[in-house]
């Protein structure tokens, strides 16, 4: 694939609350700021393609076309907003990388923002997540419970999901030599957040195994689907990704800006698993990736995999034995947070980052979500 990544930058990643570090601005505008970081001239962009989760309120009405008009890119340059759950902001960078492969647009601006401060999780009131009509094994059931199931199902232990959590914590606490991309949120010249918030250097096992399970009181309303399955309440508030206020973008180009690329993109799918086993989207997609790239995780030098619930990290390297070395080097969304559709993108920049101080070449990111949605990304670095 003739796709190059010219650039991918990240926001800091803030608590999402009343009066929080980025609530002074909409996310438009956060989205807006970012671009102007891009040190790449932008008068050549063609589109773009923006992931983002909850699309009402503040993030409603084509999020992307906003954003670029705050972003004040060319009048030429079109703009959609694209819901893929979390995986959202990859899938928005691997549609950018299409484009210009198909020599549809020079370059293409892509990637994803959420704002979870202003806009709050399932704040779209979707009919979906209480559609009647579906079979019962079909329907909707928040992340949350998903991954309560899929940790009772695979047998995965709290100890298990607690030793995954104070591993994200204790690598993001020592990241600092990864924050390359990272760049810090302004307004007016005033410095609004210039870290993520959410890491905690002071977690211990101790403190993780003292917490209780945190999500049985979401299930009532997904009573009649959750009697169908077998579930066990072992995910504490801490086994779960902060939500968060950020954003994330990519400047994907095509062959003709090779010399200025950070890395290229050799490859990109989604794919979907099972609504019921949701938090294995990912996992499917990556498998299917490497099958098509000839390809298998011991060739990876690098992986961003996103940790959507502890469990979904430990079946990662409990199905597929891979070297925990190479996964997660600076930490995870289980210490960082997580910014719906804006994680994949975010994954990404941290994977440049990553390759670039590490010196490795084969990189892979793997974006999972809600309903089964999964999105899997390779890329090679530049020398």
């Not at 949350?144 to 104070?166: M, P, Q, R």
């Not at 977690?203 to 399970?213: D, H, N």
Request: proline share 5%; hydrophobic share 40%; aromatic share 4%.
């Amino acid at each position: 694939m003739d796709a190059y990544i010219l650039g991918c930058l990240r926001t800091p990643r803030t608590k999402a609350r009343e009066n929080g570090s980025l609530t002074a601005l909409s996310p438009a505008e956060l989205v807006a700021g970012l671009t102007r970081e891009f040190k790449q001239p932008l008068e050549s962009t063609g589109a773009l393609m923006l992931g983002c989760v909850g699309q009402v309120g503040a993030q409603g009405g084509n999020l992307a076309l906003q954003s670029k008009l705050h972003a004040r890119l060319p009048e030429h340059c079109t703009a959609m907003t694209l819901n893929h759950f979390c995986a959202s902001g990859l899938s928005s960078i691997g549609l950018a990388a299409n484009a210009v492969a198909l020599g549809q647009y020079r370059q293409v601006i892509a990637g994803g923002v959420e704002c979870m401060s202003q806009v709050p999780f399932m704040a779209d009131k979707a009919h979906y997540y209480q559609d009647p009509s579906l079979p019962v094994d079909e329907r909707y059931i928040p992340v949350a419970l998903s991954a309560d199931i899929l940790a009772t199902k695979e047998g995965v232990s709290c100890e298990e999901l607690n030793a995954a959590t104070l591993r994200s914590h204790q690598r993001a606490a020592q990241s600092e030599p990864y924050q390359a991309s990272l760049k810090p949120v302004r307004d007016n010249g005033r410095v609004l957040a210039e870290r993520d918030e959410c890491i905690r250097a002071e977690t211990t096992l101790e403190s993780l195994s003292a917490m209780p399970p945190g999500f049985e009181a979401m299930a009532k309303p997904f009573a009649e689907i959750l009697q169908e399955r077998r579930i066990e309440y072992r995910h504490s508030i801490a086994n779960a990704p902060p939500m968060v206020d950020g954003a994330a973008l990519g400047l994907i180009a095509g062959v003709a800006h090779k010399s200025q690329a950070r890395a290229r993109i050799l490859g990109w799918l989604d794919s979907a698993a099972s609504a019921a086993d949701s938090l294995t989207g990912g996992m499917a997609a990556m498998e299917a990736l490497l099958q098509q790239q000839g390809l298998t995780l011991k060739d990876i030098d690098r992986i961003e995999f996103m940790e959507a619930f502890a469990v979904a990290p430990v079946l990662f390297e409990r199905r597929y034995g891979v070297d925990p070395e190479k996964v997660n080097v600076s930490g995870g969304h289980l210490a960082k947070g997580h910014p719906m559709g804006a994680t994949g993108a975010v994954l990404l920049s941290t994977l440049c980052d990553v390759l670039e101080q590490d010196g490795g070449t084969l990189g892979l990111v793997v974006a999972t979500g809600a309903g089964g949605v999964g999105s899997a990304m390779l890329v090679e670095r530049m020398q």
